[in-house]
């Protein structure tokens, strides 16, 4: 479960206060906005990236509010990815499980079972300059749950992809977070992305965060531009 109550943050000028909402555990939640509303700003207060002015953030039952990122129990899809240049495939799968010291023998399963998962087979020797876009953002999905986290936290992955890769990309993504059971909180300001995979919709405008049924998507959310898509001003 994800409860965010109350949160404030600020980075700069610019500054969020008092948003509250919760994702129950196992559920997908899609996190929808303008571009520059602050929905990646409340990403990484959740992940630990940001510090908050006020406010508690809880995950499966645990105050992490004031916990360091590594000790919160997430794993995060920027929207650049962070690929590192220099490491294989093969390395990004297991770097979080190196981090945490786990047993060889049982770090290369779990990067066994990520590679099966998410079809890379085949790319464990390539570095990030050798794969395409989908590729790339399966291999940060699978660094981001190598370590099984019970919470995952998606910012924008499929932006950079085009439509058709995008759209095969929801049926991974769904079929990941069932077959994994991570409670998911995925930002986005993109329609499709809300209407093909949301189990639980926020809609972030004008500083202030509510819940939506996802049905109402054709009817009241905002494109990338702020524009209302039911075609009025």
Known sequence: MIVVDGLSVQSGAFK????????????????????GCGKTTLLEAVCGLKPVRGGRIR???????????????????????????????????GFALDVRRWNPAEAAKRVDELTELLGLGGLLD???????????QRVALG??????????????????????TRAG???LLRSVQRQTGVTTLHVTHSRAEARSL???????????????????LQDELLDARGARTDGSA
Request: aromatic share 8%; no cysteine.
């Open 198 to 216: 949301a189990d639980r919709l926020f809609v972030f405008d004008k500083g202030t965060l509510r819940e939506s049924p996802p049905s109402s």
């Open 59 to 93: 995950l499966l039952g645990r105050d992490v509010t004031h916990l360091p990122p590594a000790d919160r129990g997430v794993g995060y899809v920027p929207q650049d990815l962070a690929l590192f240049p220099t490491m294989t495939v093969r390395e990004h799968l």
């Open 143 to 164: 660094r981001a749950l190598a370590f099984r986290p019970g919470v995952l936290l998606l910012d924008e992955p499929l932006s950079a992809l085009d439509e058709d």
């Open 16 to 35: 969020v206060e008092g948003l509250s909402f919760t994702a129950n555990t196992g559920e997908y939640a899609v996190l929808m906005g303008r571009t």
């Open 126 to 136: 390539r570095r990030p300059q050798g794969l395409s876009g989908g590729e790339a």
């Open 169 to 171: 990309m929801y049926g």
